[in-house]
């Protein structure tokens, strides 16, 4: 199965290391330094040019990705089907 990330944009659900709220995780300096490291090094795809509401960490090609979702993060937990409110 696919987790729909905004746009046009899905991942295979197995791929997903984690769903983050943006707005909590700025507060948070080790992860607004996390993600802004991650940008200068060309890991982050910003799915929309709309204001981000999650972030979606995810492995794609062995690779560490990170996708700037317009989507909460509650709507992306719940998209995945799992039990767990945050994986």
Known sequence: MF???G???AVPIKDVIGIFDIESSMYSYDTSQFLRMAE???FVERIT???PKSFVL???DKKSKIFLSPISSTT???RTGTLYSDL
């Open 3 to 5: 987790l729909h990330l």
């Open 76 to 78: 992306l937990c719940k």
């Open 49 to 51: 040019k709309d204001k």
């Open 40 to 42: 200068e090094d060309g």
């Open 7 to 9: 746009e046009n944009v």
């Open 58 to 60: 995810a492995e794609v």
